[in-house]
């Protein structure tokens, strides 16, 4: 498979994901291919303090907007590595 077809695929195993986590934080989650957008209900605060959470566990994403979670994994990620980030994705975005 060439590279747009897998980020297609596995942004959108990505997106599912999360989705799967129905996390009262999350206000939408929306992207194209592997360049995701998770954003935060106002009243839960900025998408920083939520970032910095996840890079102390080993996970690089960056607000963008203020209230918006970006992930933006490279083109070569495996489904481990997206199933690795969910598992420290869920309990920082579940603590709602």
Same mark, same amino acid.
């Given at each position: 498979?060439?590279?747009?077809?897998?980020?297609?695929?596995?942004?959108?195993?990505?997106?599912?994901? %999360?989705?799967?986590?129905?996390?009262?934080?999350?206000?939408?989650?929306?992207?194209?291919?592997? %360049?995701?957008?998770?954003?935060?209900?106002?009243?839960?605060g900025k998408a920083r303090p939520?970032?910095?959470?996840?890079?102390?566990?080993? %996970?690089?994403?960056?607000?963008?907007?203020?209230?918006?979670?970006?992930?933006?994994?490279?083109?070569?990620?495996?489904?481990?590595?997206?199933?690795?980030?969910?598992?420290?994705?869920?309990?920082?975005?579940?603590?709602?």
């Amino acid at each position: 498979e060439d590279l747009v077809e897998r980020a297609f695929v596995l942004g959108q195993y990505f997106r599912e994901g %999360l989705e799967k986590m129905q996390s009262p934080l999350v206000k939408e989650i929306r992207g194209k291919g592997l %360049l995701i957008g998770v954003e935060i209900k106002e009243e839960y605060g900025k998408a920083r303090p939520f970032c910095e959470q996840l890079m102390e566990l080993g %996970l690089l994403c960056k607000e963008t907007h203020d209230y918006i979670i970006r992930f933006a994994p490279p083109l070569t990620i495996t489904k481990d590595e997206i199933d690795w980030a969910l598992e420290r994705i869920a309990p920082i975005l579940e603590r709602g």
